[in-house]
């Protein structure tokens, strides 16, 4: 894994909120990270199901906008998301991958999970996007 600096994008203000910071970013896939913090929380005490949903939806358009060239961004916007919530996280960190699975010119498909720091596979989820014209 290695992320060229220069293509790491100051954090947008949902990005630090939730806290979740990228690292990997490559052809049809991202990785991001998030340490489980009280501030996830739901009722319960275990990271709310939006914080999934919001890590999928994110890696997930990451991997299907990587260009490679910091000067050329590309962006998408979600047209449907699904999330299946399958675990309760046993460790201290989330760990998000995303994979474009297929599309053409202005849609995009695409594919998350989200695992703990343990092994503990948590959430997957399915996406589809469109790019944004410019």
């Avoid at 806290?19 to 929380?41: C, Q, V």
């Avoid at 994979?99 to 959430?123: L, N, P, Y």
């Avoid at 996007?129 to 410019?134: E, K």
Wanted: glycine letters at 12%; aromatic letters at 10%.
């Amino acid at each position: 894994m290695s992320l060229d600096p220069s293509l790491i994008e100051d954090p947008y203000e949902f990005q630090k909120l939730l806290g979740f910071e990228i690292e990997d970013w490559s052809e049809d896939y991202a990785r991001f990270r998030l340490p489980i913090t009280d501030k996830l929380g739901n009722r319960y005490g275990i990271p709310h199901g939006g914080v999934y949903a919001s890590l999928i939806d994110t890696v997930m358009g990451f991997a299907a906008c990587y260009t490679g060239d910091p000067e050329t961004r590309r962006l998408a916007m979600t047209l449907s998301l699904n999330v299946n919530y399958l675990a309760q996280p046993k460790g201290t960190v989330l760990i998000a991958e995303g994979r474009r699975t297929g599309g053409g010119r202005k849609s995009i498909f695409a594919e998350a999970s989200i695992t703990d720091d343990t092994g503990v596979t948590v959430a997957t989820g399915t996406g589809v996007f469109r790019y944004r014209s410019t």
